[in-house]
């Protein structure tokens, strides 16, 4: 294996670590005000994700800075067309990581009701442009000899990849579901458990409908590759399982679903990283986007050094925040100076 090939397969696996890790902190975000009816519901919802998610998103930092390393031909044709969408990507990020800090500077309803909108938008928008900018990867970009974009923000919107930017959704909202019924209790644990039942079926199909798509743009011939077969059974396996509530696997199932899908998607692109409208000839290749041999060098021994040193980090953090979380952790109590005075007597500081 050269460098080349390994460092393609490094950046596949940061997208499919980011989207397994932040994919169950977009379903949350997006589910959070359904399955918490009241405020101490909310809360606990999003406190099940509150020590991992900004842990979560630094994987999407180390991907694209893998890309920006290793193959910065490929880093800056996808970044330059794709300019609009991820400028739309970083609003939804920014706004959905503000939410979590400020909606509690507040006990205002009408100032938590907008941050929680804020929080579900962005966590929704987010995953869908993920999904379309991955989709427009295999799909196909107009793209000239000189790697250079061509076209204009809707080339960037063809149905394919909308449609793997609303396949992704759905798997989030099923992780996060899953998620929420593994890490919650009484309630809100029931609820998620609902939701997970609701849409784990049409996620499954949704799924089946990416893989077949997905094998008729791609060039690799009439049967799927084995990640997109397992894909399908795990999204299958999901859904059997939230029926039969066996809620630590049907988490691991939309685990390998996630995982699966996207890893799917790198292996019919490869040895493309995007292919081209305009001419074959054009496309971009891992091999023709590629840094030089030395920069992969270094990089190969900082990645080898440093990666476990983080998965090591946040596989301890999941353990110390491993227990349930409950709505009864987080009472809402009322300010002393709003609390009516009980005996007919002044409030504090009323006094004549």
């Not at 353990?319 to 009980?342: K, L, N, T, W, Y």
Request: with cysteine; hydrophobic share 55%; aromatic share 12%.
């Amino acid at each position: 294996m050269t460098l080349v090939s390994f460092w393609f397969i490094v950046v596949a696996l940061l997208w499919i670590g980011f989207l397994v890790l932040e994919g169950f902190d977009f379903g949350v975000g997006m589910l959070h005000g359904v399955v918490g009816r009241d405020e101490g519901g909310r809360r606990a919802a999003i406190n099940t994700i509150g020590p991992l998610w900004d842990g979560n998103e630094v994987w999407l930092i180390v991907a694209a800075a893998a890309i920006f390393a290793a193959f910065p031909g490929w880093y800056a044709t996808m970044f330059s067309a794709l300019y609009l969408a991820l400028v739309l990507l970083l609003v939804a990020l920014i706004v959905r990581g503000v939410s979590f800090e400020y909606r509690g500077k507040s006990d205002r309803t009408r100032w938590i009701r907008t941050w929680d909108g804020l929080m579900t938008g962005g966590s929704l928008v987010a995953p869908f442009l993920i999904g379309v900018a991955l989709g427009d990867l295999l799909h196909g970009l107009p793209i000239d000899k000189s790697q250079n974009f061509t076209g204009s923000f809707l080339d960037l919107l063809p149905a394919y990849s909308l449609f793997v930017g609303l396949t992704l959704v759905l798997i989030c909202v099923l992780h996060g579901a899953t998620f929420l019924a593994l890490k919650t209790t009484g309630d809100i644990r029931d609820r998620a458990h609902m939701l997970a039942r609701r849409v784990a079926p049409i996620t499954a199909l949704a799924v089946l409908g990416f893989v077949i798509w997905t094998q008729n743009t791609s060039d690799r011939g009439v049967l799927p590759n084995i990640a997109a077969v397992v894909a399908i059974i795990a999204a299958i396996a999901a859904m059997w399982l939230t029926y039969d509530r066996q809620e630590g696997w049907a988490f691991a199932a939309t685990t390998v679903t996630m995982a699966a899908s996207i890893g799917s998607l790198f292996i019919d692109l490869y040895p493309k990283v995007i292919v081209s409208t305009t001419n074959s000839a054009y496309n971009l290749t891992a091999q023709n986007t590629a840094a030089g041999s030395y920069a992969l060098k270094v990089m190969t021994v900082v990645a080898a050094v440093l990666v476990p040193v983080v998965i090591a980090y946040q596989a301890w953090t999941y353990h110390v925040f491993r227990r349930r979380v409950s709505s009864s952790d987080f009472v809402i109590r009322v300010p002393e100076s709003r609390a009516a005075p009980s005996g007919g007597a002044p409030a504090a500081g009323g006094g004549g």
